[in-house]
T-cell receptor, first 115, second 113 residues
Framework: DTGVSQNPRHKITKRGQNVTFRCDPI?????LYWYRQTLGQGPEFLTY????????KSRLLSDRFSAERPKGSFSTLEIQRTEQGDSAMYLC?????????????FGPGTRLTVL | SQQGEEDPQALSIQEGENATMNCSYK?????LQWYRQNSGRGLVHLIL?????REKHSGRLRVTLDTSKKSSSLLITASRAADTASYFC?????????????FGTGTQLKVEL
């Protein structure tokens, strides 16, 4: 059973460029989460999917951010017109649905550096 | 915004000693979880304690939860150099359909040989 995978692991881009990250959750996990973590801080929630439906978005997710999960499997997170303040680690997590399955399993993250 | 605050921010101990980290949070919760993060990597789930539980054990880990004080503690016994990492508490309020986590600021643990 493979864990959550994220690609790319590192991304360096220039300010103003668009970037897209991919997350492949653990198979059969119908819940998928995106978090952002800046240096020295804990992760902060960005958005959450149940199957293909995006059910919640944080205020941190500005109009430049968009996330999709078109077939209820992998998810993409796109940042348009990147800013230096977007530099962070972007973490994806998945979990199965159910009362006894609240544990979220995290991927290795994508580290974004905006120059 | 961060829900929790871990205390201390940094902790340095010798191998074989016990390490205790504390977490305080602000709102009512469904459960509280502890995660470990090695430098620059993803988070590894350690243990989950529900709001109706007071203490839980897993191997060398012991977690307590005091909902009246809105606080939790993580004890790592007989620490090893491999335990060197950042430790985060995360709360799940259980609101809505999802189980989004709100993380604290973390405790950096260094275990020296």
């Amino acid at each position: 059973d493979t864990g959550v995978s994220q690609n790319p692991r590192h991304k360096i881009t220039k300010r103003g460029q668009n970037v897209t990250f991919r997350c492949d959750p653990i198979s059969e996990h119908n819940r998928l989460y995106w978090y952002r973590q800046t240096l020295g801080q804990g992760p902060e929630f960005l958005t959450y999917f149940q199957n293909e439906a995006q059910l919640e978005k944080s205020r941190l997710l500005s109009d430049r951010f968009s996330a999709e999960r078109p077939k209820g499997s992998f998810s993409t997170l796109e940042i348009q017109r990147t800013e230096q303040g977007d530099s962070a680690m972007y973490l994806c997590a998945s979990s199965p649905q159910g009362f006894e399955t609240d544990t979220q399993y995290f991927g290795p993250g994508t580290r974004l550096t905006v120059l | 915004s961060q829900q929790g605050e871990e205390d201390p921010q940094a902790l340095s101990i010798q191998e074989g000693e016990n390490a205790t980290m504390n977490c305080s949070y602000k709102t009512s919760i469904n459960n509280l979880q502890w995660y470990r993060q090695n430098s620059g990597r993803g988070l590894v789930h350690l243990i989950l304690i529900r709001s109706n539980e007071r203490e839980k054990h897993s191997g060398r880990l012991r977690v307590t939860l005091d909902t009246s004080k809105k606080s939790s503690s993580l004890l790592i016994t007989a620490s090893r150099a491999a335990d060197t990492a950042s430790y985060f508490c995360a709360t799940d309020r259980g609101t809505g359909g999802g189980n989004k986590l709100t993380f604290g600021t973390g405790t950096q643990l260094k275990v020296e040989l």
